[in-house]
């Protein structure tokens, strides 16, 4: 790993190698945003990098006094931030398929963690800024699932929200300000690690500007709100406290963000653009009919910035979102390996709970496949595995603890078909 090479604006000297204890160099440098040096003329006051020996030197050989007025940083260290190959590595842990939406965030996460660090030890008109992330894809492809194991990864506060539930201020509904106080309880009151949280806004596609909702109370008035948020900045939040109301102010500027959204009638926007394009006769308009359909078999895979704006999503709201990952819509396969094959899978979870009781259960690789047919069926995807799966195994569960030691239950396909029969769960 690399570090930034910085130095003390007094001496000169950069921070010598932590891990080397013969290497040369001071052993802290602090970044003061505002630093004031008493001395027998007057203030000195000024903003830079100063290192621990001439704190000691100022204050002990001149006879000054020298103190932050604001927070300093450590001197930057990038050794023990988690890279973005470690990120994708431990969502593969957990997260089937999708491998260019898994490399696309965990890249973003991994640079989000560096800046986040970087910026700490850089004045405010040099930071970099940050990347947001927008998440496309078909309803039940494990949109939420992939963000709750990033933040699961990172060991950041994580709190999650639906845009549909926030209205423009003054109207009837949370306001946008509620969702810097969900991830504050989040990390526990901890307002300094909740200014490192992440914060998951599932179906921004529905507070599109022509989503239908009345009087636009939670269209382009909650995207723009919420783009006040996403952009880092520092707010104004009133938190309840014993004995009344506080209002502290709470940064954005290291908060990592996450939409998603199933954008379903993009479809035709993507499907209008791409056919315009293809204006051919004869054999090479058939051709050309051929490779648009190809494209469309996972349009969210051609979505633009433009067909987004078309949609009702603001330009400004986007732009705050410039890292876009596609989740792939799940085939059958897709779905029988997320039932087994993730360290947690639902399956492993099922089995551990009936060895508890010295029961052996096993799964018929047939009934595993109906299983994950019946949720396809129902366009549940992944997260209906776990309905269907609950439903199939609802008798035996109600007659654990009243095992026989060592009994053995076997799932097969017709007892699966046999639970599911007219089996209809609202999601």
């Known amino acids: 790993m690399t570090q930034q090479i910085l130095c003390c604006s007094v001496c000169g000297k950069s921070p010598r190698d932590q891990k080397d204890p013969n290497s040369e160099g001071i052993e802290k440098l602090f970044y003061l945003r505002e630093f004031t040096v008493q001395t027998s003329t007057g203030l000195v006051k000024g903003e830079g990098f100063i290192c621990n020996e001439c704190i000691e030197l100022i204050s002990k050989a001149a006879g000054f006094d020298v103190h932050a007025t604001a927070t300093s940083a450590s001197a930057i260290s990038l050794d023990s931030i988690i890279s973005a190959r470690s990120i994708k590595e431990l969502l593969d842990e957990h997260v089937i398929g999708q491998e260019n939406a898994k490399k696309t965030i965990a890249t973003a996460a991994g640079k989000h963690m560096r800046i986040s660090e970087i910026n700490q030890a850089s004045p405010i008109d040099e930071r970099i800024e940050k990347s947001n992330i927008l998440i496309l894809g078909p309803t039940g492809t494990g949109k939420t699932y992939v963000v709750e194991n990033l933040a699961r990864i990172l060991d950041r506060p994580f709190y999650k929200c639906n845009a549909p539930d926030f209205t423009a201020a003054g109207y009837v509904g949370k306001d946008v300000e509620d969702?810097?106080?969900?991830?504050?309880?989040?990390?526990?009151?901890?307002?300094?690690?909740?200014?490192?949280?992440?914060?998951?806004?599932?179906?921004?596609?529905?507070?599109?500007?022509?989503?239908?909702?009345?009087?636009?109370?939670?269209?382009?008035?909650?995207?723009?709100?919420?783009?006040?948020?996403?952009?880092?900045?520092?707010?104004?939040?009133?938190?309840?406290?014993?004995?009344?109301?506080?209002?502290?102010?709470?940064?954005?500027?290291?908060?990592?963000?996450?939409?998603?959204?199933?954008?379903?009638?993009?479809?035709?926007?993507?499907?209008?653009?791409?056919?315009?394009?293809?204006?051919?006769?004869?054999?090479?308009?058939?051709?050309?009919?051929?490779?648009?359909?190809?494209?469309?078999?996972?349009?969210?895979?051609?979505?633009?910035?433009?067909?987004?704006?078309?949609?009702?999503?603001?330009?400004e709201f986007l732009g705050r979102l410039p890292v876009r990952a596609v989740l792939d819509p799940l085939q059958l396969e897709d779905l029988v390996n997320i039932l087994t094959k993730p360290k947690n899978a639902i399956i492993k979870q099922f089995i551990r709970y009936y060895e508890a009781d010295d029961v052996t259960l096993t799964f018929e690789e047939d009934a595993l496949e109906e299983i994950a047919l019946q949720s396809q069926k129902r366009k549940l995807g992944a997260r209906g595995l776990k309905t269907m799966l609950t439903r199939v195994m609802e008798e035996h569960d109600f007659n654990t603890g009243e095992f026989e030691d060592g009994e053995e239950i076997t799932i097969t396909k017709d007892y699966v078909l046999e639970r599911l029969k007219g089996f209809t769960p609202e999601s």
């Open 179 to 315: 969702i810097v106080l969900g991830l504050i309880a989040e990390a526990d009151d901890d307002i300094e690690r909740a200014q490192k949280g992440i914060i998951y806004i599932d179906e921004v596609d529905k507070i599109a500007k022509n989503s239908g909702r009345s009087g636009d109370v939670g269209g382009e008035a909650v995207q723009q709100a919420i783009l006040k948020m996403v952009e880092g900045t520092e707010l104004e939040i009133t938190v309840r406290q014993q004995g009344g109301k506080k209002t502290i102010k709470f940064d954005t500027s290291n908060v990592l963000f996450v939409c998603s959204g199933a954008f379903a009638r993009i479809e035709d926007i993507v499907k209008a653009r791409i056919t315009s394009d293809k204006k051919g006769i004869g054999f090479g308009a058939a051709a050309q009919q051929v490779e648009a359909d190809v494209r469309m078999e996972n349009f969210y895979s051609e979505v633009t910035t433009d067909d987004l704006v078309k949609f009702g999503m603001i330009p």
